[in-house]
């Protein structure tokens, strides 16, 4: 698409800009509006009449005069409001070329699809406009089909999938247009801020995908001419790969071009593909004679396997009916995941030989189908980045792997892709799939191991699967037994206090394996007596389990609560800490570089003694401690007398260097509190008990206000269940 004159008095837009959600202050952006009027004024200032462009937006207070200045007749960018536009105004546009721009919330539905969200929008209630469908509309009858000879359209949103429970209060986005395509002719031109399951980036309030597309437009329209939007794109790309050279930008615009009657492309962000080498020449010659025997087993195979796999690739077929196998296999070798898809699509009734999945790998690197890569893509989407960590974590525990991506759900499926052993072996990744859902057990780890079952079924493998299906079941009894997964738990967030009085904000959780319910927020300042009060209801109306674990989240510094103590008045004066376990929690100075020790180190929580406690005497200082710590790797935890005054910088190198487990003692002497400490830890007993084994010396306590009991604290840091993820939607 070269840069021509062009009579931009014969262009139209639609621009959209959400800012405003009904689903209050957390929905709401700062920065879609002036990504609006920005495409608006480029617009115009190359000679679009205003009267041309339909502005549709849902600004904040703040940026509602901005949107009133621009274009006094626009319109709100609701659901109704959209659906008229789209499906009625455009029907008579008399136009050579249009626009189309949008930028607000995107999310990823149930089932893939992308969704745009209408401001209606709130947290049970998810509304919004299919992109995908969007992109079919623009090819009816809804525009002229004698006009309109090129569409551009530019999408700055979105297209993460929310967490689970998020997730399945998504609606299914609304479809404009049930209609087959007619008008294939038409040029289509489709630029996206970011991949499927990414999230597009705000800088500054501005998208940064729109702010670099605009640099690029404006300069490759100097003159009033018409973009070559083949080298813009080629512009937005480079930035995009220098950002992430030198930032570490992890968002990767992509781009879909349509041209005359052909199917159209998706154009990923990075190099072409490399030629191939003199390996790889072999293994193609040798797939596509694999090929083509299996296309000659039956007359007519070649077309019907061209049809089903036009759903799946994204670059044009063969031109020749029927076509060779060569002319196959090179039009899998253009997609990714394209040679192990068509050999599926063509052995799906036969055994496959093993030196040709060989090939595949050889040529690709790869063995999923395209559809198990994208099911296992959303999946690992689905599980949020919590559950992507512990899924790593099975696989580093499994075959010794570091560094995996899990906060990218692409980039894990492809790391966990690579492991691939024989070809007449499991692949591994199956297994480190099912020894998650065999631990994790939730809803998505079911739908896990049905994927992976319905892999190996395609591979020959479901008897090897059921043998490491069994054994993964054995490993997750073994580790629920060792007490590694409390069944119930409640978290307690206090925030530091503010001003005088310790008064401080808090919220309150109570978690079941992954399932998740929020008890409380309060947003107001309260103090320690009200806190307690708070608790004591929202515990009383909770079904009592005196092994339920009570976790407290607090910063560094409030670390020495006596929370524990906190005194309950119905139905029985008692305290906190002697009808739960409960402990002390702390996520400061847990950096990510630390992050696979702490982990590694609470593995060690499920099989070690308490003897395996580390005693850190009450002389060190904060370096002194850091280098003990970090001497000791596979230590689980910690033991310390040092003194009150002293404890704060104990505390910090301790959750510096990734020590999940300590015990210390509240106020007696260091030569008193390490006797009183070991009566606690008593002969060798598992670790895992030691929450409950507090519980009963603390319920010991309370007839005797100077028992040690009631002085002993623990931080039991467990790195796999973390606070419940906040909803974040500060991108688009």
Sequence with gaps: MTAVEHDWRRTHAVIVAVEQYSGGDGWTLDGPVNDALAMRTWLTGLGVPPENIRLLASPTEGNKAAVEAADRDYRPADGPTIRQVFMEELRSLDADRLWIYWAGHGVQAPGGSWSLLYPETRDRDMRGLDALNLMTLLRTEHLPKWGVDRVTVVIDACWQALPLRTHLMIAEPEKLTKRPVINNAREIYWMRACQPGAVSKNQ???????????????????????PDLDRVWQGVRGEFERLGREEGLRQFPT????????????????????????????????????????????PGRAGEVVVGLCEQFTTDPPATTPPSAEELVDWALENPHGTVTLLAELSARAPVRTEIRKACHVLQNQWLTRAEYAQLAGLLERLGQRGRSDLAEEARSLFGLVDLPFHDPAGLADALEELLPRPDQLPQLLRVVERFAAVDDGPVAADLRAWSLRCAERLGLTGQL???????????????????????????????????????????????????????????????????????????????????????????????LAVHQWQFARPVKRHLGTDYPVVMRCTEFREPQRHDLWKRRWNRVGTAGTQELRWLPGHMDCGEVYRVVQQSMDTPGALTTTPSRARADLFNACLFGGVPVL?????????????????????????????????????????????????????????HRPLPDQLDLSAP
């Design 204 to 226: 500054q309030g501005a998208g940064l995908f729109t702010s670099v597309l605009l640099r690029q437009l404006e300069a490759a329209s100097a003159g009033g001419v018409a």
């Design 255 to 298: 781009v879909h071009i349509s041209r005359g009657d052909r199917n159209g492309e998706d154009i990923p962000l990075g190099p072409p593909p490399s030629p191939l080498d003199e390996q790889q020449r072999r293994e193609r010659a040798k797939l596509i004679h694999a090929i083509g025997a299996l296309l000659g087993e039956r």
């Design 466 to 560: 059921m043998e490491r299906r069994g054994e993964a079941t054995e490993y997750a009894e073994a580790v629920k037994a060792a007490g590694l997964a409390q069944d119930q738990r409640i978290q307690i967030r206090l925030h530091p206090s503010n001003g005088p009085g310790q008064r401080r904000r808090y919220e309150v959780w109570t978690r079941r394996g992954e399932d998740v319910h929020a008890l409380a927020k309060v947003d107001t300042p309260a103090s320690l007596d009200e806190i307690q009060g708070g608790l004591e209801a929202l515990l009383t109306a909770q079904t009592y389990a005196p092994d339920t674990l009570v976790e407290f989240f607090v910063s560094a510094t409030d670390l020495e």
């Design 663 to 719: 015990i210390w003692h509240g106020e007696a002497e260091p030569s008193i509190a390490e006797d009183e400490i070991r009566e606690l830890l008593g002969t060798e007993r598992p670790l895992r008990s030691l929450p409950q084994r507090l519980r009963e010396l603390r319920s010991d306590s309370d007839p005797y206000k100077s028992h040690h009991g009631r002085h002993m604290a623990l931080l039991w840091d467990d790195p």
